[in-house]
């Protein structure tokens, strides 16, 4: 139970921060282009890349592992996670893994937000 408070604990502390750098698009775009999404998404890649580095050589304790991969970085960005497997699959030599990762995520990630949105049109809407 201490895990799941701990990764509880570290989402929620993720994701402010992510409401945090939200505004950028507006700022710098003017809403035109997700220039929060892109920033938060390699903000993201490239943070969890040095803290695992730097937790390879120590030792830290599963508990702080979770806490920081799986609730605060999880919780800024999947995207790190993402990028930190495929990394993974490089540096094992399973390149037709990475690949496999690369397109079935992304490709059918955009293709299934497109079936969502469509089904969305027949359900009723959520009025009060």
Do not use: Q
């Amino acid at each position: 139970m201490l895990r799941f408070f701990l990764v509880a604990a570290g989402g929620a502390i993720g994701t402010g921060c992510r409401y945090l750098l939200s505004g950028l698009d507006y700022k710098f775009s003017g809403g035109v282009f997700p220039v929060s999404t892109i920033f938060i998404n390699l903000l993201g890649s490239f943070v969890i890349g040095i803290l695992w580095g730097l937790f390879e050589r120590s030792t830290i304790s599963p508990n702080i592992r979770m806490f920081v991969f799986i609730g605060l970085l999880g919780g800024f960005t999947t995207f790190s996670t993402f990028c930190l497997e495929n990394f993974h699959f490089i540096r094992s030599g399973e390149l037709k893994f990475m690949l496999w990762n690369v397109l079935l995520s992304n490709v059918l990630g955009v293709i299934l937000v497109f079936i969502g949105f469509i089904i969305s049109r027949y359900l009723p809407n959520f009025r009060k």
